[in-house]
């Protein structure tokens, strides 16, 4: 029974509905982006599993997270709400991250230790850093995560964030999540070798390949980097393998450029069946259970997109504020 | 009070500063036990350890970036660019991260920090030590920008900075780093506020508004103006982001005309937007042309002395600017 690092049936479960979660509301984002209501998504699809199995093993609230733009299901095992989700996704003014100022999937909220991310690829690599040297300053045992796609680690950024914090032993837990496509870049012309967990070697830190759909897998590994990172021993990074199970965004279609079998083979391969499986192999999980927990999940997706439908927009005069501390 | 030269102010500023508030720390290339390449970071690792001055690998993206993550965990960091041309690599890092972070937070998160860097020429730096890339940053709101010219302009601007909520960028022109020595006050005494220009000579004929290294320059060029009768009044503007309109107005309403010098090269430089700007406010006031007396659109400074010379302004090139100016 895999309950080490504190994972009980319980909380398992709980992840297993924040992945639900996930995909209802990111289904219901694209719903609502092909009738025009949303002008703009970035999917998670295949990789929810993976980000919600992440966050399990760590400390939201104690710990910070440098998100990037496909963490839609990291943000909400970080602590966000549909509801706000939703009001990011129409770029309403209570949109908590920014207002509605950003592109929804860049998520930030300084009372969650969740750093406010950009749309560049790689910046918030050698931030994480920062932030790590700022948390082994002070000493409390909090923790930094960073994560990003296998094209961010072509960035002379992830270079750089990695090289200082191995050098400084850093408490930063670097997690990429490589789904072998950046846009339409597959991962032949992006990475030489095997992939990215080699490339650790180099800065003299552990760096370990997981499988993504494999929810204990992956939540080992965390867990493993992030006892390293608080007991003073460094920086770790972990590629999970994951599924691009959708376009890049909602303005690419991937049909262009990958071929219909391949498509048709991965989809076969959602993660979330197999996480349902293995819990209910485990006697966690009922299918009625299952359903049940999904029409809840969809009960809750209903209210967000009501709410944030009918949320007000921000005002024009805002457009200024925010510039600098005084105005 | 204590002579010092501006970079001894600079040092100063920081010694001050860290000693007053322990979140302020100093990271950047060469600023530990050598003190940096121009020693303005001279004994603060003796003083502080290695912490608070921290020696960084050699790569200015993360230096910017690393003392972004700083400052979002409470920490004051003043960051050191080696020179200003090396400021670039870390550009994405100050202008899509460090400025925007409580625009695009909507107030939630900021940044306060300070990114010194020499700027400028003359020194036989040639192309890559040489830039004055001030423009660049004065076109990123979110950022602040300042470029002193004394050393008490430096030590007060540098404190305030320092002190200040939002992320500076702090341009010291290298060329005046050893150039004089003046008295300079200590602690408190010392602040500058940002944001205000000085008017460094009066006179009734014509404005210049200038800043840094070509603050010098224009003084020279003034006072040779002087034995043909005319006065030249110069605001050195000290901050360019946000810059002190409202003095250069009250100058121009006086005088009516305008000539504003710059040490970048002529297209797009910072010197465009304060003409720009006060042409528009001041139309009505103005007897000649805005005339902007700048270095050529090439791209950098050469080494050879001969070719340096013919890029910089020198105090005989801005006189000619400046009568030209004066007689329309």
Same mark, same amino acid.
């Given at each position: 029974?895999p309950?080490a690092n504190?994972l009980?049936?319980?909380?398992v479960?709980?992840a297993y509905?924040?992945v ?26 295949g990789h929810e599993v993976a980000q919600v199995a992440a966050?399990a093993a ?117 997690f990429?999540e490589n ?18 967990a ?10 370990v390949r997981v499988a993504g759909d494999d929810f204990f897998a992956v939540h080992a590994a965390v867990a493993e ?13 972990i590629e999970a393998e994951v599924l ?25 391969r959602d993660p979330i069946p197999r996480l349902r499986d293995a819990l209910?192999e485990r ?45 | ?61 993360? =230096? ?5 993550? #700083? ?6 960091? *003043? !960051? %050191?660019?080696?020179? /200003? ?83 500076? =960028? ?5 060329? #005046? ?6 008295? *300079? !006050? %200590?602690?408190?005494? /010392? ?98 042309? *805005? ?38």
């Amino acid at each position: 029974m895999p309950e080490a690092n504190g994972l009980t049936p319980g909380r398992v479960l709980e992840a297993y509905r924040t992945v639900l979660r996930a995909r209802a509301l990111d289904d219901r984002r694209f719903v609502l982006n092909r009738a025009g209501k949303l002008a703009f998504i970035i999917s998670p699809r295949g990789h929810e599993v993976a980000q919600v199995a992440a966050i399990a093993a760590l400390q939201p609230g104690r710990d910070r997270f440098c998100l990037y733009y496909r963490n839609f299901a990291a943000a909400l095992a970080c602590g966000f709400t549909p509801e706000e989700l939703m009001l990011s996704a129409f770029a309403r003014a209570a949109d908590p991250s920014s207002g509605g100022r950003q592109t929804p999937g860049n998520f930030g909220s300084r009372r969650r230790g969740i750093v406010i991310g950009s749309s560049t690829v790689g910046p918030q690599i050698p931030k994480a850093a920062g932030i790590g040297l700022a948390l082994k300053w002070k000493g409390e045992g909090a923790l930094c995560y960073v994560s990003f796609g296998e094209g961010a680690t072509s960035q002379g950024d992830f270079h750089e964030g990695l090289n200082f914090a191995a050098i400084h032993r850093c408490p930063v837990i670097f997690f990429c999540e490589n789904n072998h496509w950046a846009i339409s870049v597959p991962q032949a012309l992006q990475v030489a070798g095997p992939g990215v967990a080699e490339r650790a070697a180099a800065y003299g830190i552990p760096g370990v390949r997981v499988a993504g759909d494999d929810f204990f897998a992956v939540h080992a590994a965390v867990a493993e980097a992030a006892e390293r990172a608080r007991s003073g021993q460094g920086p770790s990074l972990i590629e999970a393998e994951v599924l691009r199970l959708q376009s890049h965004s909602t303005d690419d279609d991937q049909r262009a450029y990958r071929g219909a079998a391949e498509l048709a083979a991965e989809a076969q391969r959602d993660p979330i069946p197999r996480l349902r499986d293995a819990l209910i192999e485990r006697g966690w999980l009922s299918m009625e259970a299952d359903q049940t927990m999904r029409d809840e999940v969809n009960r809750e997706v209903e209210r967000a997109t009501e709410v944030a439908e009918a949320a007000r927009d921000p005002e024009p005069g805002s457009l200024g504020a925010h510039v600098y501390a005084d105005a | 009070m204590p002579e010092r030269t501006l970079v001894q102010a600079v040092r100063d500023a920081l010694y001050e500063e860290m000693e007053r508030d322990d979140r302020v720390c100093v990271l950047g290339e060469d600023v530990g036990l050598k003190g940096g390449v121009f020693k303005a970071t001279e004994g603060l690792q003796q003083r502080f350890g290695a912490q608070r001055v921290l020696d960084t690998p050699l790569a200015e993206s993360s =230096i910017a970036g690393v003392a972004q993550g #700083l400052s979002l965990e409470g920490f004051i960091p *003043v !960051a %050191e660019m080696q020179f /200003a041309d090396y400021s670039l690599p870390a550009f994405n890092q100050i202008v899509n991260e460090i400025a925007k972070v409580r625009y695009r937070s909507n107030g939630d998160f900021s940044s306060p920090l300070v990114i010194r860097a020499p700027t400028g020429g003359g020194v036989r730096g040639a192309l890559y030590h040489s830039q004055s890339p001030e423009a660049f940053y004065c076109h990123v709101p979110g950022l602040k920008v300042v470029i002193p010219s004394t050393p008490a302009d430096a030590k007060g601007l540098l404190k305030a900075a320092i002190r200040d909520p939002d992320p500076v =960028i702090f341009l010291e022109p290298k060329k #005046l780093y050893r150039a004089e020595r003046q008295e *300079v !006050a %200590e602690g408190e005494a /010392a602040l500058l506020p940002l944001g205000s220009a000085a008017v460094v000579r009066r006179g009734t004929d014509l404005t210049v508004v200038t800043y840094g290294y070509m603050r010098a320059v224009t003084v020279q060029a003034a006072d040779r103006l002087s034995l043909d009768g005319i006065e030249v009044e110069i605001i050195d503007l000290r901050t360019l982001l946000p810059w002190d309109i409202e003095s250069c107005v009250r100058s121009i309403e006086k005088t009516g005309r305008l000539a504003v010098v710059y040490e970048a090269n002529r297209t797009g430089g910072f010197g465009a937007e304060v003409a720009a700007e006060l042409a528009e406010r001041c139309f009505a006031s103005l007897d000649a042309p *805005v005339s902007r007396i700048a270095s050529p659109d090439v791209p950098a400074m050469p080494f050879n002395p001969t070719l340096e010379h013919a890029f910089m302004l020198n105090p005989d090139k801005v006189a000619d600017g400046l009568r030209r100016v004066a007689r329309y």
